[in-house]
């Protein structure tokens, strides 16, 4: 299985930009997609953004696109979130995810190993 650990979050003011760190470490020779999901509190965890195994393809939540943008390096064993434009709805425990599969998918029972969270509060 794949130990994953994030970091990068903390408070920022709306419009500023964050960039969220997500290092991989055991089994990273699978060949997985990777994701990020986030969760507000008292709300369900919500899918955020996604990247295939090769990082040839991304796909984004509507809440985030145009404003997010995910990339990974393999030499780093390590997944990125740049942030852009943050916004007070952007507030959320952001994790980092392992899926069982090479091309990006969006439901959470896709995914198999899971960070645990980095805080992320976007002030008006």
């Known amino acids: 299985q794949v130990q994953l650990v994030e970091s990068g979050g903390g408070l920022v003011q709306t419009g500023g930009s964050l960039r969220l760190s997500c290092a991989a470490s055991?089994?990273?020779?699978?060949?997985?997609?990777m994701g990020w999901f986030r969760q507000a509190p008292g709300k369900e965890r919500e899918f955020v953004a996604a990247?295939?195994?090769?990082?040839?393809?991304?796909y984004y939540a509507d809440s985030v696109k145009g404003r997010f943008s995910i990339s990974r390096d393999h030499s780093k064993n390590t997944v990125y979130l740049q942030m852009n434009s943050l916004k007070p709805e952007d507030t959320a425990i952001y994790y980092c995810?392992?899926?069982?599969?090479?091309?990006?998918?969006?439901?959470?029972?896709?995914?198999?190993?899971w960070g645990q969270g980095t805080q992320v509060t976007v002030s008006s």
């Open positions: 995810a392992s899926s069982r599969t090479v091309n990006v998918v969006i439901g959470r029972n896709w995914y198999d190993s």
């Open positions: 990247i295939s195994w090769g990082g040839t393809s991304t």
């Open positions: 055991g089994r990273t020779s699978s060949h997985n997609a």
